[in-house]
C-alpha cells in the first residue's frame, strides 16, 4: 500500500529501488577491484623479489667466474711463460755455437725453436694484457720518452723479418725531437704490434713509420703504413675487438689471436693518445697515433 501511495504520489518513486541496487552494485565493483588491484601488487612485488634474487645470484657467480678465471690466467702466466723462457734462453746459448760443432742446420733448426717460443710467449703476454686492461688493473709508468728512438729502435728488429717475406721497411723520422710524456715499454709494445700487423698483412712493397711533429718541432702524430692487402669497410672497427680478424675462417692465411690491434688501441687510450685507421681493400692501411696535446699544423718531417 505504501510503495504503491508514494508511486502514485510521483514518479520518481519508482526508481529508488533500481538506484539502490545500483549503488551496492557499485560498491561491489570497487571492492573487487581493489582486491584485483592488491594482489596484483603482491604479485609484482613477489617477482621483484625474485628477480632480484636471481640477479644477485648471477653477480655472485659472475664474481666467482672471474676469481677462477684470474686464478687461471694467474697460473697461466708461472706456467706458460717460465718454461717458454728457458726454451728461448737455452735455444739462444746453442745458437751462438761457443763449441763449434753445431751444423748450419742444426743452427737453422734452433732458430725455428727460438722464434716459435717467442711467438708462443708473446701470444701468453697480450692474453695477460687483455685481462689486466679490461680489468682496469695495466699500470703505466709515463715519463719523458723519445718516440723517434723508439721508432728506428723498433723498425731495425722488424728488418730481417720483412726481408724474409721480400719487404722493405722504412723508417722516417726528423733529426731531432723533443721528448713527449709516455709510458716508454707500452709505446713501443703498440708500435711492435702495428708492425707486427703490416708485416703480416703485406705480401709485397713498402712498410713505412714515419714520425710527424707540429710548428714547434714537436711529435704530433706516428703513421705505420703498409701496402698490403687492406681493409674492408665494415671490418675497420671490428679489427679493433679482443680476438678477431678480419679474415675469421678457420682455413685463414695469416695466424695470431687477434689481440695485437685491440691491445694497441686500449694502451693508447691509456696513454692518452689516438689510434686510427684508414684503408682500402688492395692497397693497403695507414694506422696513425695521435699523441696529446696534438696540434692542428703537423708538418710531415723527412
Same mark, same amino acid.
Given at each position: 500500500? !505504501?510503495?504503491?501511495?508514494?508511486?502514485?504520489?510521483?514518479?520518481?518513486?519508482?526508481?529508488?529501488?533500481? =538506484?539502490?541496487? *545500483?549503488?551496492?552494485?557499485?560498491?561491489?565493483?570497487?571492492?573487487?577491484?581493489?582486491?584485483?588491484?592488491?594482489?596484483?601488487?603482491? /604479485?609484482?612485488?613477489?617477482?621483484?623479489?625474485?628477480?632480484?634474487?636471481?640477479? /644477485?645470484?648471477?653477480?655472485?657467480?659472475?664474481?666467482?667466474?672471474?676469481?677462477? %678465471?684470474?686464478?687461471?690466467?694467474?697460473?697461466?702466466?708461472?706456467?706458460?711463460?717460465?718454461? $717458454?723462457?728457458?726454451?728461448? #734462453?737455452?735455444?739462444?746459448?746453442?745458437?751462438?755455437?761457443?763449441? #763449434?760443432?753445431?751444423?748450419?742446420?742444426?743452427?737453422?733448426? *734452433?732458430?725455428?725453436?727460438?722464434?716459435?717460443?717467442?711467438?708462443? *710467449?708473446?701470444?701468453?703476454?697480450?692474453?695477460?694484457?687483455?685481462?689486466?686492461?679490461?680489468?682496469?688493473?695495466?699500470?703505466?709508468?709515463?715519463?719523458?720518452?723519445? =718516440?723517434?728512438?723508439?721508432?728506428?729502435? &723498433?723498425?731495425?728488429?722488424?728488418?730481417?723479418?720483412?726481408?724474409?717475406? @721480400?719487404? %722493405?721497411?722504412?723508417?722516417?723520422?726528423?733529426?731531432?725531437?723533443?721528448?713527449?710524456? $709516455?709510458?716508454?715499454?707500452?709505446?713501443?709494445?703498440?708500435?711492435?704490434?702495428?708492425?707486427?700487423?703490416?708485416?703480416?698483412?703485406? #705480401?709485397?712493397?713498402? !712498410?713505412?713509420?714515419?714520425? &710527424?711533429?707540429?710548428?714547434?718541432?714537436?711529435?704530433?702524430?706516428?703513421?705505420?703504413?703498409?701496402?698490403?692487402? @687492406?681493409?674492408?669497410?665494415?671490418?675497420?672497427?671490428?679489427?679493433?675487438?679482443?680476438?678477431?680478424?678480419?679474415?675469421?675462417?678457420?682455413?685463414?692465411?695469416?695466424?695470431?689471436?687477434?689481440? @695485437?690491434?685491440?691491445?694497441?688501441?686500449?694502451?693508447? +687510450?691509456?696513454?692518452?693518445?689516438?689510434?686510427?685507421?684508414?684503408?682500402?681493400?688492395?692497397? #693497403?692501411?695507414?694506422?696513425?697515433?695521435?699523441?696529446? +696535446?696534438?696540434?692542428?699544423?703537423?708538418?710531415?718531417?723527412?
Amino acid at each position: 500500500m !505504501i510503495s504503491s501511495l508514494f508511486t502514485d504520489m510521483h514518479p520518481a518513486f519508482a526508481i529508488v529501488p533500481v =538506484v539502490g541496487a *545500483l549503488a551496492i552494485r557499485e560498491l561491489l565493483s570497487r571492492k573487487h577491484m581493489a582486491a584485483d588491484i592488491r594482489l596484483r601488487e603482491e /604479485q609484482v612485488l613477489i617477482a621483484r623479489r625474485e628477480a632480484m634474487r636471481a640477479m /644477485q645470484d648471477a653477480l655472485d657467480a659472475a664474481r666467482a667466474a672471474q676469481r677462477t %678465471r684470474e686464478e687461471f690466467l694467474a697460473r697461466m702466466s708461472h706456467e706458460l711463460r717460465t718454461p $717458454l723462457n728457458a726454451v728461448i #734462453g737455452l735455444s739462444r746459448v746453442l745458437e751462438k755455437n761457443g763449441a #763449434g760443432n753445431q751444423r748450419p742446420e742444426d743452427l737453422q733448426l *734452433l732458430g725455428r725453436v727460438r722464434a716459435g717460443g717467442e711467438q708462443l *710467449l708473446k701470444m701468453v703476454e697480450d692474453v695477460l694484457d687483455q685481462s689486466h686492461l679490461q680489468q682496469g688493473e695495466l699500470a703505466l709508468s709515463v715519463q719523458d720518452t723519445d =718516440v723517434a728512438a723508439i721508432a728506428t729502435r &723498433v723498425v731495425k728488429h722488424y728488418r730481417s723479418t720483412a726481408a724474409s717475406k @721480400g719487404l %722493405r721497411i722504412l723508417s722516417v723520422m726528423p733529426e731531432t725531437a723533443p721528448a713527449i710524456p $709516455l709510458d716508454a715499454g707500452r709505446f713501443e709494445q703498440v708500435l711492435q704490434h702495428l708492425i707486427d700487423n703490416a708485416v703480416k698483412f703485406t #705480401g709485397a712493397g713498402i !712498410i713505412k713509420v714515419t714520425l &710527424v711533429v707540429d710548428e714547434r718541432g714537436r711529435p704530433a702524430r706516428m703513421i705505420v703504413s703498409d701496402t698490403g692487402i @687492406g681493409i674492408p669497410a665494415d671490418d675497420v672497427e671490428r679489427i679493433f675487438e679482443p680476438f678477431q680478424q678480419v679474415d675469421a675462417s678457420n682455413k685463414r692465411n695469416y695466424g695470431g689471436a687477434g689481440l @695485437g690491434l685491440p691491445l694497441a688501441r686500449q694502451l693508447c +687510450e691509456g696513454m692518452r693518445c689516438r689510434l686510427a685507421v684508414e684503408s682500402e681493400v688492395g692497397k #693497403g692501411s695507414r694506422f696513425t697515433i695521435r699523441f696529446p +696535446e696534438h696540434r692542428s699544423s703537423p708538418t710531415a718531417v723527412a
